[in-house]
């Protein structure tokens, strides 16, 4: 059992998807530092000097200063700032994603152009399956016509 675990734990897929995981991770913070330090600062300042990761609405009675001082109270709070922050952080990422996978794409496309047009080279004879040139009229292994 301990040997399959460790042939499926190093097959291609597996490894792969770990690598994936981690990169993905690193990007995730990358990226909400991104929205929370160098894009809401800015943004917050031109709609009038707005923190968005302070706006908020408790559930229940009292006025309190910010987010971490409700919560630190125990009230109920709802956040919305902060969720403005992570919708903006989400699209960032989703917008890079696809930005890789279209340049991904457009790099196989690339590379298989290739392989079609040296496919459209040849055919096979009806006769022996043998390749020969798609202009040929008589196969060069059996003499057939073609």
Do not use: W
């Amino acid at each position: 059992m301990l040997k399959e675990f460790r042939e499926f734990a190093m097959r291609g897929n597996v490894v792969d998807l770990a690598v994936g995981v981690i990169i993905g991770a690193a990007f995730g913070k990358i990226t909400t530092s991104l929205v929370n330090d160098v894009l809401m600062p800015p943004i917050g300042v031109l709609l009038g000097k707005v923190d968005f990761s302070n706006l908020f609405f408790t559930l229940s009675e009292g006025s309190f200063p910010s987010v971490a001082a409700a919560r630190a109270a125990g009230a109920p709070v709802v956040a919305y700032g902060m969720f403005i922050n992570t919708v903006i952080d989400f699209t960032i990422v989703a917008f890079a994603v696809f930005l890789v996978v279209k340049q991904m794409n457009r790099l196989r496309t690339m590379t298989e152009a290739p392989k079609a047009a040296a496919a459209a080279t040849e055919k096979n004879c009806p006769h022996c399956v043998s390749a020969i040139p798609v202009q040929a009229t008589k196969c060069k292994f059996c003499c057939s016509a073609v």
